[in-house]
């Protein structure tokens, strides 16, 4: 999907690719779990060679799930993974004007309280999954058994807790914020989108001088 003329850059080739590459070998990781957890969804491994195959492909995704994470956390921990205070309070009181009306949201900065939310639930319960899940690979023998046992449920949790917020970062990024997905597909999101969603930034951008808009074949500096 190609910026229409005007658009504002929001994000780099390097940022939609770690993302991406998260999103799709987090999605191929559920599968293939939810494969291997339950026997009515066997089914699942047809296509890949049955069990030994969701076990293979799940294995060798969660390598690759690990680095993005790690890549991930690494790049937006700093703008995403740290609430600022008072401003991520007063947009949490007002609940972001997603659950009724507020006549002004109050402004934050390049992602607001419920993004970093989401940032946060994928790198803290994305790194329990990395961890338990490296410990189920190995199997007995570098932890007592008491201590394996509790890697399952764990495991299981950080799925149920990462799945349930996938849908909500979905929603949002769809049909909740009109014009907020194109930010990951061509990099660009419309300006009166932009300004709705991320007022503040949009005017430290202005004010840096690091405002990018699209000229169609060009792009210069605002």
């Known amino acids: 999907m190609k910026p229409k003329k005007g658009m504002v850059k929001v994000t780099s080739l390097y940022e939609r690719v770690v993302h991406w590459v998260l999103a799709i070998s987090c999605l191929l990781l559920c599968y293939t ?4 957890m339950f026997e009515s969804l066997n089914f699942l491994g047809i296509i890949i060679g049955g069990l030994k195959g969701l076990k293979i492909v799940h294995n060798f995704t ?19 993974g740290i609430f600022v205070f008072p401003e991520d309070i007063d947009w949490v009181l007002a609940a972001g004007g997603y659950l009724w009306h507020v006549d002004k949201v109050p402004e934050t900065g390049k992602y607001n309280p419920g993004q970093k939310a989401f940032f946060l639930v994928v790198a803290l319960f994305g790194a329990m999954m990395v961890v338990t899940g490296f410990f189920m690979w190995l199997q007995p023998g570098f932890l007592p058994m008491e201590a394996l046992r509790w890697m399952y449920p764990l495991h299981v949790f950080g799925f149920v807790v990462i ?27 419309e300006k009166p989108v932009l300004k709705m969603l991320h007022p503040k930034w949009l005017k430290e951008m202005e004010h840096e001088g690091t405002l990018v808009v699209y000229k169609g074949e060009d792009k210069k500096k605002a």
């Open 33 to 36: 779990g939810l494969g291997m």
């Open 62 to 80: 969660a390598i690759i799930f690990t680095v993005s994470l790690i890549l991930a956390i690494k790049m937006w921990w700093r703008e995403a």
């Open 163 to 189: 799945f349930a917020f996938f849908f909500i970062h979905l929603y949002l990024g769809t049909i909740g914020n009109p014009g907020s997905v194109q930010a990951m597909i061509s990099g660009y999101m």
